[in-house]
């Protein structure tokens, strides 16, 4: 049983549909997939009915954007209730917060190369939120760069001179309304330095308190030690441990299935929620 937790779509700053995503998982053998875009479940009607046609099981899911004292943090958070008021709130904040954001970067860029609002805007499907990767597509476009991994090396990247932050709730809260929304808490890659500037441990336990359940420990942008310290962090707060691709169709290198999740704690996921069912077909 193959099954890849965290996967985006262009719900979010995916580059396939849902239904896409969803069958693109099929293809590559899995059994299970989670759709998990970020700030967003307007993808998950979409994949349901793919899911059905194409007889593969669906995780429905999301990631959550955080920030803890500014550093950024992401949450995935599995199988709550799409409605339930608190979260829905909360990132509906964060997608408001997040166009914002964006526009104000694209401001600062316009005053360096050639790019208008207008440009993102034909990257974005409707009702997805905005990231810094629909930016990075409109420079492709614009030909003012080769490819995402580009227009974040040399332009968008964590403090950069055009990067500007935005609202999302901290990670203990973020937890808690997860939670609140029948739905299972899991820290998506938590020591992935490589990114950016990681939380110390201290924060992960406080998450851990508010009854997160598990770690995102086999993820590409994971070393072997950072892997090897997820384990043994997991372990110590008695958490569950996942492996995941971080799928983001052609915008970036990871495959489909390169991480896979243990069926044991799959279920161990579905036990503990309350909000939808795991589909299958
Ligand atoms: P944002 O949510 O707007 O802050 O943008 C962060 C998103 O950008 C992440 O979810 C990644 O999908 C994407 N991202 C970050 N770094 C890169 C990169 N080097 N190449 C492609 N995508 C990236
Ligand atoms: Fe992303
Ligand atoms: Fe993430
Ligand atoms: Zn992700």
Known sequence: MRIDLHTHSNASDGT???????????????DVVALTDHDTTAGWAEAAEAAAQEG????????????????????LGYLQDPAAPGLLEELERSRESRE????????????????TWDDVLKQVEPGATVGRPHIADAMVAKKIVASRKVAFSDYLFDGSPFY???????????????????????????????????????VIEAMAAEGMAGLEVYHRDHSADEAQHGLDLAASLDLFVT???????????????????????????????HGVKVLRP
Do not use: W
């Open 164 to 202: 500007e932050s935005h609202y999302s709730p901290d990670p203990v809260t973020a937890v808690r309304l997860v939670r609140q929304a029948g739905g299972v808490a899991v820290m998506a890659h938590p020591f992935a330095s490589a990114r950016g500037i990681v939380v110390k441990d201290a």
């Open 243 to 273: 492996g995941s691709s971080d799928y983001h169709g052609e915008g970036k290198p990871n495959l489909l299935g390169e991480n896979t999740t243990d069926p044991v704690v799959l279920q161990q996921i579905e036990a503990l929620a």
């Open 100 to 115: 914002t954001r964006a526009q104000s970067i694209v401001e600062r860029l316009s005053r360096v190369v050639p790019l």
């Open 16 to 30: 396939q549909s849902p239904a896409g995503v969803v069958s693109s998982a099929a293809e590559s053998g899995l």
């Open 56 to 75: 593969i099981a669906l995780v429905r899911g999301i990631e959550v954007s955080c920030n803890y004292e500014g550093i950024s943090i992401h949450l």
